[in-house]
């Protein structure tokens, strides 16, 4: 079929209207399925395909993988430069934290402290973590009480929650900054981790060539009344992933320095019983801009049962 | 973002490779991504449109709908008018039964008998439907041996299977023609029905001002060694649906008359206790043409338990 043979059969479809539509939504859906329909004729998509492919979507849906696919496939960091552009446009202060994915593992409702908090429950003997540093806006002027909301992965590389074998909200908190605009925490360092090894994002990576390694990361949203809610991520340095994440999540400007310590002497002042690590990372919010989206995006997510 | 750097964003994407991959997925797959890529820009799709379509994903998979979606954007019928070219193309035999869309609701492993078969188990008191015609080559020679796989909905819309009230495989039989050609069978007459009102097909067909009502139909595929196979489905003449499926299977061809009877002698002669209809039906099978796919599609189907 020809270019308008196809264009005349989707206003076929889509002129198929009873009652009055979401224009929005009709406008997108419209266009998708142009989209699609002259991509099965380009490429010359055979029915085997295009089944095998609905099947892949309903693997997809089951599995509940469509956020480790939309990251995986560089979506959400599309949306992510995207935003950035539109900030940009709009005038927004420069000089803010990058931005990076949210993933499809924060879960709201964590323990709110003042100040500091310990992430971990006591029950996992990998490296301690002593994390902290201000949050601060774009002059350097701190912000005392700003919420940072913090998660990520144990030292396997799950996350509570979605890992049940973990105690509910471990390494998950949310810390207001005190009155100087600081943050700390204690916890323990996260590992790195893959999709599923059977799951359809994985299957699918395979099939593209690509493995599905994330490394070592922690996951912040980062808020306060007035100033754009930042979403994003550090990695942790040295981290054989940290440039080749499957996600497309390390941006420069997230990869602080991590401080390793073993002296004997050190860890005794410190109180701690093994080695620990350390590392200083403060936040940058711009303010808040009329016109622009500056909460953290709406998305459905997971919740603690 | 302009087009060259959605180019270079995606050829980053699609270039993160380090190991063989399989070239078709890979090369559909970049395309689908670009194609994406230029309509969140063109669109100026927000995050939260992104993220809700992808929970719409999630559910869609969950909800095992992605098979009644597909019809309802008419994708599938896209499908069928792009095999009916390629036949053309390959210079099939003209003349053969339109084919039309298989939908999502066969199951293998029906009773099959010879020559003729009820299919309904006696517990559907709506009109009984008398069934009954040839198969055919395109010099009208009748096919001995072709097999007539048939499925439909009960009087209440539902399919056996799917619907665990029925007796397995209710209302569906392989029938193997006789040495002339011809097959018959006794059922009730199907109804038309309507997409899950709560499920996700449903929820984006009113977002676009669309009803899910398909009219009441017969599903086949009829085979036979040497033909292309075909996939085809009789509509009821005079539902209200006929030219108003929302799956768009409704084909000139595919509408038989039905001749309802109701006069007592005529019963009486034909030993049943209520009104009856009768559809006569020939399939016409062009010969199968090499280089050709002459089967059934591919495709995941559900199966009985």
């Known amino acids: 079929m020809n270019k308008t ?3 005349d059969f989707a206003k076929r479809i889509t002129g198929t209207q009873s009652a009055p539509a979401n224009e929005r939504v009709k406008a997108v859906v419209d266009r998708m399925l142009l989209d699609l329909f002259v991509l099965i004729e380009d490429m010359d998509v055979t029915p085997e395909e295009f ?4 099947n892949y979507v309903t693997e997809l849906g089951k599995s509940n993988e469509v956020g480790l696919l939309v990251p995986g496939l560089g979506i959400e960091h599309f949306l992510d ?8 446009a709009a005038g927004m202060e420069v000089g803010g934290t990058p931005r990076t994915i949210e993933g499809p593992l924060y879960v709201a409702g964590a323990p709110v402290s003042q100040g500091e908090a ?3 429950d006591g029950t996992d003997d990998g490296e301690i973590l002593l994390m902290g ?6 002059r350097g002027n701190p912000v005392p009480g700003a919420k940072v909301e913090v998660w990520h992965a144990n030292t396997r590389g799950n996350y509570s929650v979605f890992d049940q074998s973990q105690s509910p909200f471990n390494l998950r908190r949310t810390i207001v900054t005190d009155c100087e605009g600081c943050y700390r925490f204690r916890s323990v360092m996260p590992s790195g981790y893959s999709c599923p090894p059977d799951g359809p994002t994985q299957t699918l990576l395979t099939l593209l060539g690509r493995h599905g390694h994330r490394p070592a990361h922690i996951h912040f949203f980062v808020s306060a009344p007035g100033f754009r809610t930042l979403t994003t991520q550090i990695n942790i340095k040295d981290d054989p992933h940290t440039h080749d994440d499957f996600a497309f999540a390390t941006r420069d400007g997230l990869i602080p320095d991590v401080v390793h310590h073993t002296d004997p002497a050190v860890l005794r002042d410190m109180g701690v019983d093994r080695p620990f690590a350390t590392i200083a990372f403060d936040f940058t919010l711009p303010h808040a801009v ?4 500056n909460a953290v995006v709406e998305r459905a997510r997971a919740s603690a049962a």
Chains 1, 2 share one sequence.
């Open 5 to 7: 043979q196809i264009q």
């Open 51 to 54: 089944w095998s492919a609905c």
């Open 81 to 88: 430069l995207r935003q950035d552009e539109k900030e940009r």
């Open 118 to 120: 310990r992430l971990d």
């Open 133 to 138: 540093g201000r949050v601060l806006d774009t």
């Open 290 to 293: 009329e016109g622009l989206t």
